[in-house]
């Protein structure tokens, strides 16, 4: 199969595309190589295709698409970046980008597309209070954050909610600008299918991490923004209390995630997209994890600041069992192996365009 992998010189695109050709499958790298991401681009490789430019050129789209089975689409901008006047790059990137690359697409008569999700479609995660049952609390009042009170309360008797994973037919509820754009991707990817017959997957990552994480800049995740602070021998700043739960899984259990979908794309029926959770299945606070990469580094133990950022959640775990039970992937990374490998791994470096901003602790 030939695969176009957009965005495949980056984090996850480096593990999905050796993965791919791994498994026999000819890749067809399509990559603009933002400096935000790439500030010392990735060498060239002699056994595979590199196309360099943006998914929003519609004429090397039409190039790059000739002869290809099937599209891989990691391609976006990441995080929530600066402020809110990241908010035209974010659309621009990720929706426009997603929206002329299905154009194309449809043009070309490429049929089958894997599309990287992310679990921040949801918004908080599943919740359940003693008394109502399961319910969904809206966002979290500045206030009560600033005053240090950082657990969602039921919306009818204020009682203390029980975090649960979410499935993937849970409301979605996105909370920032990267959350809404992720969500139009995965609206306009359904709209595509529907229209041309065409078959669709979204991968709903989780909280990646791994080898090759760029270090930190704006558009960061946080257990790289943990491994950057104790490279330059500083101890790891912990937002709110720690407690937060999320769902950390292996950047290489996601690579094989990804190539699953897209081996098993061609059988969906026509004219549907299916979203599926890609996690570990075992959640852990973003405490567990800043002190698990201390231990790990040999570095300071982490500071928990008390501090916080509004379109941050609280608790966001993922139930992958969809993606088990009708794939057939499991994940094979154990969290102290995953943990004791990125605490050493070489980070990408940061550019030196982008100022260094608050972590995003989604």
């Not at 921040?120 to 009560?144: F, L, Q």
């Not at 558009?219 to 923004?225: L, N």
């Not at 567990?288 to 941050?312: H, K, Q």
Request: proline letters at 8%.
């Amino acid at each position: 199969m030939r695969v176009l992998v957009t965005g495949g010189a980056g984090f996850i695109g480096s593990h999905v595309v050796p993965a791919l050709a791994a498994r026999g499958h000819h890749v067809v790298v399509y990559d603009a190589l933002l400096p935000t991401a790439h500030p010392v681009p990735p060498p060239r490789r002699p056994d595979r295709d590199f196309v360099h430019a943006d998914v929003r050129d519609a004429v090397v789209l039409d190039r790059a698409l000739r002869g290809v089975d099937a599209v891989c689409h990691l391609a976006a901008m990441v995080g929530l970046g600066r402020d809110f006047a990241d908010a035209p790059a974010y659309v621009g990137c990720n929706d426009l980008g997603t929206a002329e690359l299905l154009a194309a697409m449809a043009r070309a008569g490429v049929a089958d597309l894997v599309l990287a999700g992310s679990m921040v479609v949801y918004g908080e995660g599943r919740y359940d209070c003693p008394v109502h049952g399961r319910t969904r609390p809206g966002p979290r009042a500045e206030a009560d954050l600033a005053a240090g009170r950082f657990e969602p309360r039921c919306p009818d008797c204020g009682a203390d909610l029980v975090p649960g994973l979410v499935e993937e037919d849970a409301p979605t509820d996105p909370r920032n600008v990267y959350a809404a754009t992720k969500l139009a991707q995965e609206h306009l990817a359904g709209s595509w299918a529907r229209a041309t017959g065409s078959r669709a997957i979204a991968l709903r990552y989780h909280n990646v991490y791994g080898p090759g994480m760029p270090s930190d800049t704006p558009y960061a995740g946080v257990a790289s923004f943990f491994r950057s602070s104790l490279a330059r021998g500083e101890a790891p700043q912990v937002f709110e209390d720690g407690a937060q739960r999320r769902d950390f899984v292996h950047v290489r259990d996601v690579a094989a995630a990804t190539v699953t979908a897209l081996e098993a794309v061609a059988g969906r029926p026509p004219g549907t997209l299916r979203a599926y959770n890609t996690g570990s299945g075992s959640p852990r606070t973003v405490g567990e994890m800043a002190a698990a990469l201390a231990e790990a580094y040999g570095g300071p133990a982490p500071v928990v600041t008390g501090g916080y950022r509004l379109g941050d959640v609280r608790h966001i775990t993922a139930s992958s069992q969809r993606l088990r039970t009708e794939l057939g992937w499991r994940p094979q990374v154990e969290f102290a192996d995953g943990v004791a490998e990125f605490a050493r791994a070489p980070q990408r470096q940061a550019s030196a365009r982008v100022p260094r901003a608050k972590p995003s602790q989604v």
